[in-house]
């Protein structure tokens, strides 16, 4: 017989996800029908259940039950789909419309430079928006066009992460990737391994020392033999 809670909880389910309000354990095969019923980005779907993005893959095709509180945000979230945490980016207009009050003359595909992609794409999110765009893309636009909103002197440093970002990947004319892409032309500056070493080298002098000053601290102390 179906309980008070559940006929409560099933008021405000949506019908497709109707098993959420019933008295049987959820596994990870409802989780995914809940992450795909939201069209939960992979970020997001960590963010809301707290669970590290690369455990989602093994969680969803489980079959034993989840955990008990991964459970009850899924249950709550469907009582409550508006507090599920989302990144909105803004829409190819507004951002272009910020850019260029920042700078005005910039192009409209410099979009594309702009998200680390190329004019190419910049021309395609003109047309298609950024809705299908690589979730680090949209948090891209989300974060730039806030960051804009708040003061355009930010923009002079967005530009400069822009070009230091082209110099690191050795963009021809860096100071013009926001017009001419060309992220990805010429193999990328890497941290120097012998670098690397050296500073943890030296990061260990001190402690080397101070074993060699102890050792030769008890050699002078020690207690003559016989």
Not at 17 to 26: G, H, N, S, V
Not at 34 to 37: C, I, K, N, R, W
Not at 80 to 86: A, I, N, Q, S
Not at 122 to 125: C, K, S, V, Y
């Given at each position: 017989?179906?309980s008070?809670q559940?006929k409560?909880?099933?008021?405000?389910?949506?019908?497709n996800?109707?098993?959420?309000?019933?008295?049987?354990?959820?596994?990870?095969?409802?989780?995914k029908k809940?992450?795909?019923?939201y069209?939960l980005?992979?970020t997001?779907s960590?963010?809301?259940?707290?669970?590290?993005t690369?455990?989602l893959y093994g969680k969803?095709?489980a079959?034993e039950?989840l955990?008990?509180?991964?459970?009850?945000l899924?249950?709550?979230y469907t009582q409550?789909?508006?507090?599920?945490?989302?990144i909105?980016?803004?829409s190819?207009?507004?951002l272009?419309d910020?850019?260029q009050?920042?700078e005005?003359g910039l192009?409209?595909?410099?979009?594309?430079p702009l998200l680390g992609?190329?004019p190419?794409s910049?021309?395609?999110?003109n047309?298609n928006?950024?809705d299908?765009?690589a979730?680090?893309?949209r948090i891209?636009?989300?974060?730039?066009?806030?960051?804009l909103k708040?003061s355009?002197?930010?923009?002079d440093?967005?530009?400069?992460?822009?070009?230091v970002e082209?110099m690191a990947?050795?963009?021809?004319n860096?100071?013009?990737v926001?017009?001419?892409?060309g992220w990805?032309?010429?193999?990328?500056n890497?941290?120097s391994?012998?670098a690397?070493?050296?500073?943890d080298?030296?990061?260990n002098e001190?402690?080397?020392a101070?074993?060699i000053?102890?050792?030769?601290?008890?050699?002078?102390?020690?207690?003559?033999?016989g």
């Open positions: 017989m179906e008070r559940e409560k909880l099933k008021y405000k389910t949506p019908y996800l109707i098993e959420f309000a019933d008295k049987k354990a959820l596994t990870g095969a409802q989780m809940f992450l795909d019923h069209g980005k992979l997001e960590g963010h809301a259940l707290g669970i590290n690369s455990a969803k095709k079959q039950p955990h008990p509180s991964v459970s009850l899924l249950r709550l409550f789909d508006h507090m599920l945490p989302r909105k980016p803004p190819t207009d507004e272009i910020i850019i009050a920042a005005p192009p409209r595909y410099a979009i594309g992609l190329e190419t910049g021309h395609r999110l047309t928006g950024l299908t765009a979730q680090s893309t891209l636009a989300w974060l730039i066009h806030t960051l708040q355009l002197k930010n923009w440093t967005i530009k400069s992460a822009l070009i082209a990947r050795n963009t021809p860096p100071e013009n926001l017009r001419e892409g990805n032309k010429n193999p990328p890497l941290p391994q012998r690397s070493n050296a500073s080298t030296d990061s001190p402690a080397k101070g074993l000053r102890r050792k030769v601290t008890r050699k002078k102390t020690a207690a003559p033999e």
